[in-house]
């Protein structure tokens, strides 16, 4: 049965949170985007505050956010909480700050979108259906990369995503480019990694690139490599995609991020438009915008 699955699965932010409850000492947030304010939202609703936060020098602090010297000035002992979606991402950039005044240091694997109540319960509640899109995918990858998301979600433990994560994962090798004719959109073009990637599969031979990046920050980096390298045929769009042209909510932070989206508590506003406007002769859609796929595609 499909729930055997997950059988024996422990949630490891059950545990965390046990141990930071035990250890008792301040609690400081690496870290100052949304992710870490759901992270937050998350420790208050199980009784745990956080004392402070900090962020890298090179990052504009806002008010209540301090360094991490700032921090290991104030407290004697503390423990920190990494405010970061990317786990690798978080456990690196904290790599580079040590002191025998941390007693632990915890990352929890939540969701900013819709699948904080993914647990055991959900998984026993809604079996058939999740075996019936087990089933209906293709081929072993795409199952064993579903099954591992909703374990990771369980139990809170990255190892899983860890075991299907893939290098290409916008261009593997069943993916063809030989044509020289692609009309290739790029929906999140972030800086231009996927724009690079693609260059080098074809060769530079591809009639069209429609880059979108709503992110102003994201879509500034964008323009400079396209210029930097010289690109031609591409055509980078400060918008976001969805199912209809409008004006949303975004939120978006003061550097390069991968985490930006569409929320309802944004700090800014961004143009949304059409596929079906802004690129009706695509031949190949790329998408990731942080779970807001299904929009673009509803009525192209």
């Not at 870490?36 to 504009?60: C, I, K, T, W």
């Not at 893939?166 to 020289?180: H, L, P, T, V």
């Not at 800086?191 to 080098?200: A, K, M, Q």
Request: net charge negative; glycine share 8%; proline share 2%.
């Amino acid at each position: 049965m499909f729930v055997d699955h997950f059988a024996g699965l422990v949630d490891k932010r059950l545990e965390f949170l046990a141990e930071l409850k035990r250890i008792s000492r301040p609690i400081v947030m690496y870290g100052s985007g949304e992710y870490s304010q759901v992270v937050e939202r998350f420790l208050y609703s199980n009784g745990l505050e956080v004392a402070a936060r900090f962020v890298d020098p090179h990052h504009e602090t806002s008010a209540g956010e301090w360094c991490f010297e700032d921090v290991a000035s104030k407290f004697d002992e503390f423990c920190v909480v990494l405010g970061i979606a990317n786990v690798w991402r978080a456990w690196t950039a904290m790599s580079r700050h040590t002191s025998d005044q941390i007693l632990g240091v915890y990352h929890f694997a939540l969701s900013p979108h819709y699948l904080a109540d993914i647990n055991h319960e959900f998984i026993n509640r809604n079996t058939a259906a999740l075996d019936g899109v087990y089933n209906a995918l293709f081929d072993e990858l795409s199952k064993q990369t579903f099954l591992n998301y909703l374990k990771t979600q369980v139990s809170g433990d990255n190892q899983f995503l860890d075991k299907v994560m893939c290098d290409n994962q916008y261009f593997q090798d069943f993916i063809s480019f030989d044509r020289g004719n692609e009309i290739f959109v790029d929906a999140g073009a972030y800086v231009g990694d996927t724009l690079e990637v693609f260059i080098n599969k074809t060769r530079g031979r591809y009639k069209k690139y429609y880059a979108f990046e709503p992110d102003v920050v994201n879509f500034e980096a964008l323009k400079q490599l396209i210029v930097a390298k010289g690109l031609q045929n591409v055509q980078a769009i400060g918008c976001g995609l969805g199912c209809r042209e409008d004006t949303l909510r975004f939120t978006q932070g003061r550097e390069p991020s991968t985490d930006s989206k569409v929320s309802e508590i944004g700090n800014v506003s961004v143009q949304i438009v059409t596929i079906d406007h802004s690129c009706p002769d695509a031949t190949f859609i790329k998408m990731d915008i942080e779970g807001a796929e299904l929009g673009p595609v509803r009525i192209s």
